[in-house]
């Protein structure tokens, strides 16, 4: 199932502590996308991630679990994300919390369906900036070493650059995607419709569509195919370069 995410060219992000109407969240089920990731940065529970769980698993999507809670990690995903924030201004953020969990679940953690992901936040405003207490203030070029560094030091699959909450800088994830061999790039901020889809697909290889879900449906779904229509610079972790 790992092996899975080196395909993945568009992923819907739904948040447990916000409402979907049934037709809505059905909607995005069937709209083509590659997988459904649940998680959120404030307000997830166990009750509200296992209620959309269970909601999401009438369709046949992926559906991934991003752990930001350890009390609200729910069996039954298809694999669990792990954050590490790469640019986190307290440790607990890049080192703390993961080896407290692991200290206290290990032996019951399943580590193959594990998918470890290094977050630069950029994105001052954002709810996870604050949390993390990020240093967002980041060029094109420290930024991109940030990615180096996860790429070839920590040899993470997954490296995700988030604005959440507006549309980044696409010359500088741009730069963060040229310095990447190995890991696969996630863009996540303001991907609202499909001209906004299709100037993040040109530059990442997985753009992350979440708010939008929430504020105009129509705009969200639009971005599948503006993703998928476009010509994909996809990087396999396993073998490196373009596929």
Request: charged share 20%.
């Amino acid at each position: 199932m790992k092996q899975i995410i080196t395909s993945w060219r568009h992923v819907f992000k739904l948040d447990p502590d916000r409402f979907l109407e049934d037709s809505a969240l059905e909607a995005v089920c069937l709209s083509g996308t590659d997988a459904i990731m649940v998680g959120g940065s404030d307000g997830v529970t166990y009750d509200n991630t296992i209620d959309l769980l269970m909601r999401i698993r009438r369709f046949e999507v992926p559906c991934v679990l991003e752990v930001s809670d350890l009390k609200a990690v729910v069996p039954g995903f298809d694999l669990y994300m792990i954050p590490i924030v790469l640019n986190a201004g307290h440790p607990d953020w890049f080192i703390g919390q993961h080896v407290r969990a692991i200290e206290q679940y290990g032996y019951i953690i399943p580590w193959e369906q594990l998918i470890p992901e290094g977050y630069i936040v950029l994105n001052q405003e954002a709810t996870v900036a604050r949390i993390t207490e990020a240093d967002t203030a980041l060029d094109s070029a420290l930024a991109g070493s940030y990615a180096q560094f996860a790429d070839k030091l920590l040899g993470l699959p997954i490296v995700y650059v988030e604005y959440s909450g507006k549309i980044g800088d696409m010359e500088l994830v741009s730069e963060v995607w040229r310095k990447l061999n190995n890991s696969r790039l996630f863009y996540g901020g303001g991907i609202a419709d499909a001209e906004s889809a299709r100037r993040a697909a040109a530059v990442c290889d997985t753009v992350v569509v979440g708010n939008a879900i929430y504020s105009d449906l129509q705009g969200a779904l639009e971005t599948v195919r503006a993703v998928k229509a476009g010509p994909s610079g996809a990087v396999d972790p396993l073998a490196g370069g373009s596929i």
